[in-house]
């Protein structure tokens, strides 16, 4: 039997100031955690240092996480957990497979260009997760690989599934790998640039 409405209202927590400002740090030190993983690395950042660049004391950081590894896995799991969700959302808007395909590479591109830093925390230090988290972060992905495979099966379903996979794979690693190397070019285009270039690469990889 279903609670009155007035009941169920009552169990859900109020949205307060209160709330929003702890929600507002906790992105905050994810966001500098994910800076100071991809340049240290995750054994070479303390508790300390994360708390100092979101502009909190080391001991502060424990409102928010248990522990170091708790920040890592909010790093990897969010941004995991942001790529699915929007890239479900992106398909879901699209009007047909060839525009379900565009979008997903430009929604991707844009992940990439602004999240180098999470990228680059991925590739290094994925292995120190927590078993758990490990684990959740690569169902997050595999889901989202699928997706690609879905909408590609759409446009050609005379490729068999596992090629679809390789070729998302090789767009993935040509898209995420960019961003990142290309701030060390003496003469970097702008994002602009970077993500009409990268738009092209990827759709003439998978469509090829």
Same mark, same amino acid.
């Given at each position: 039997? $279903? ?5 169920? =209202? ?8 209160? $709330?929003?400002?702890?929600? @507002? ?8 955690? #994910? =800076? ?20 909190? $004391? ?37 009007? @047909?497979?060839?525009? =379900? ?14 999240? #180098? ?13 927590? @078993? ?9 992905? /595999? ?6 495979? @879905? ?13 679809? /996979? ?14 990142? $190397?290309? /701030?060390?070019?003496?003469? /970097? ?12 690469? =990827? ?6």
């Amino acid at each position: 039997m $279903s609670p009155p409405a007035e009941t169920a =209202a009552e169990t859900v927590a109020p949205v307060t100031a209160r $709330s929003l400002r702890k929600a @507002d740090r906790r992105d905050a030190l994810v966001a500098a955690a #994910a =800076a100071l993983f991809a340049e240290r690395g995750f054994a070479g950042v303390t508790l300390e240092d994360l708390g100092s660049a979101a502009g909190v $004391s080391g001991p502060a950081v424990y409102r928010h996480f248990p522990g170091k590894g708790a920040v890592l896995a909010a790093v990897l799991v969010d941004a995991s957990r942001g790529l699915l969700d929007g890239g479900r959302t992106t398909v879901e808007r699209a009007e @047909d497979a060839d525009g =379900a395909l565009r979008d997903l590479i430009a929604f991707h591109v844009d992940f990439a260009v602004a999240n #180098a830093d999470v990228i680059r925390v991925q590739d290094q230090d994925l292995a120190s997760l927590p @078993d758990d988290e490990a684990h959740e972060v690569r169902r997050l992905q /595999r889901a989202y690989v699928e997706l690609w495979v @879905d909408v590609l099966g759409r446009l050609r379903d005379d490729r068999p599934a596992a090629e679809r /996979r390789v070729r998302a794979h090789a767009a993935f690693g040509l898209i995420n790998s960019t961003p990142h $190397s290309a /701030r060390d070019l003496d003469h /970097r285009p702008d994002d602009r640039e970077v993500r009409a270039i990268l738009e092209q690469m =990827a759709w003439a990889s998978l469509t090829a």
